[in-house]
Protein backbone atom coordinates (compact mmCIF):
# COMPACT_ATOMS: atom_id res chain seq x y z
CA UNK A 1 0.00 0.00 0.00
CA UNK A 2 1.39 3.42 -1.04
CA UNK A 3 1.07 6.54 0.53
CA UNK A 4 0.84 9.62 -0.87
CA UNK A 5 1.34 13.33 0.64
CA UNK A 6 -1.79 15.59 1.51
CA UNK A 7 -3.06 17.46 -1.42
CA UNK A 8 -2.03 20.92 -0.81
CA UNK A 9 -5.15 23.11 0.52
CA UNK A 10 -6.11 26.21 -2.06
CA UNK A 11 -6.53 29.42 -0.28
CA UNK A 12 -9.03 31.78 -2.09
CA UNK A 13 -10.11 34.21 0.50
CA UNK A 14 -11.10 36.88 -1.76
CA UNK A 15 -12.95 38.52 1.10
CA UNK A 16 -11.35 40.60 3.21
CA UNK A 17 -13.67 40.76 5.64
CA UNK A 18 -13.28 36.93 6.70
CA UNK A 19 -9.41 37.71 7.00
CA UNK A 20 -10.29 40.73 9.27
CA UNK A 21 -13.10 39.18 11.62
CA UNK A 22 -10.27 36.20 12.31
CA UNK A 23 -7.55 38.32 12.92
CA UNK A 24 -9.98 40.59 15.26
CA UNK A 25 -10.33 38.30 18.04
CA UNK A 26 -12.11 38.57 21.09
CA UNK A 27 -12.13 39.52 24.69
CA UNK A 28 -12.05 37.32 27.73
CA UNK A 29 -14.86 36.08 29.49
CA UNK A 30 -15.32 38.14 32.36
CA UNK A 31 -17.69 36.79 35.69
CA UNK A 32 -21.52 37.93 35.74
CA UNK A 33 -23.36 39.18 39.03
CA UNK A 34 -26.59 37.06 38.67
CA UNK A 35 -28.39 39.48 40.59
CA UNK A 36 -28.29 41.97 37.96
CA UNK A 37 -29.56 39.64 35.78
CA UNK A 38 -33.69 39.60 34.28
CA UNK A 39 -35.66 37.45 36.07
CA UNK A 40 -36.18 35.23 33.16
CA UNK A 41 -32.37 34.98 33.06
CA UNK A 42 -32.07 32.51 36.20
CA UNK A 43 -30.49 29.39 36.29
CA UNK A 44 -31.86 26.06 37.34
CA UNK A 45 -29.89 23.33 39.70
CA UNK A 46 -29.85 19.73 38.30
CA UNK A 47 -31.95 17.32 41.20
CA UNK A 48 -31.19 13.92 40.75
CA UNK A 49 -34.78 12.26 41.27
CA UNK A 50 -34.42 8.37 41.50
CA UNK A 51 -38.34 6.47 40.45
CA UNK A 52 -38.67 2.71 40.70
CA UNK A 53 -40.06 1.38 36.95
CA UNK A 54 -43.49 1.09 37.38
CA UNK A 55 -43.86 4.56 38.41
CA UNK A 56 -42.05 5.59 35.54
CA UNK A 57 -44.44 2.80 33.64
CA UNK A 58 -47.52 4.56 35.31
CA UNK A 59 -46.14 8.47 34.19
CA UNK A 60 -45.19 7.20 30.65
CA UNK A 61 -48.97 5.92 30.03
CA UNK A 62 -50.31 8.68 31.21
CA UNK A 63 -48.27 10.94 28.67
CA UNK A 64 -49.04 8.86 26.23
CA UNK A 65 -52.84 9.55 26.56
CA UNK A 66 -52.69 13.04 25.84
CA UNK A 67 -52.83 14.06 21.73
CA UNK A 68 -49.15 15.66 21.46
CA UNK A 69 -47.11 13.91 24.45
CA UNK A 70 -44.62 15.70 26.53
CA UNK A 71 -41.85 14.58 26.87
CA UNK A 72 -41.03 13.00 30.77
CA UNK A 73 -39.61 15.63 32.03
CA UNK A 74 -41.80 18.18 30.75
CA UNK A 75 -44.73 15.99 32.59
CA UNK A 76 -42.78 15.53 35.61
CA UNK A 77 -42.15 19.44 36.01
CA UNK A 78 -45.85 20.06 34.92
CA UNK A 79 -46.76 17.57 37.95
CA UNK A 80 -44.19 19.04 40.46
CA UNK A 81 -45.68 22.84 39.60
CA UNK A 82 -49.65 21.19 39.73
CA UNK A 83 -48.56 20.16 43.29
CA UNK A 84 -46.91 23.20 44.39
CA UNK A 85 -49.72 25.67 42.43
CA UNK A 86 -52.22 22.92 45.33
CA UNK A 87 -50.02 23.11 48.47
CA UNK A 88 -49.60 26.69 48.73
Known sequence: MSLRPK?????TND???ID???NKGGSVATATNHASLPHTMTFTAQVQLRLKKDVLQ??????????LPPSRHAWILEAILEKLK???
Open 7 to 11: PPQNS
Open 15 to 17: DPR
Open 20 to 22: ELI
Open 58 to 67: RIDNHRQKRT
Open 86 to 88: TEV
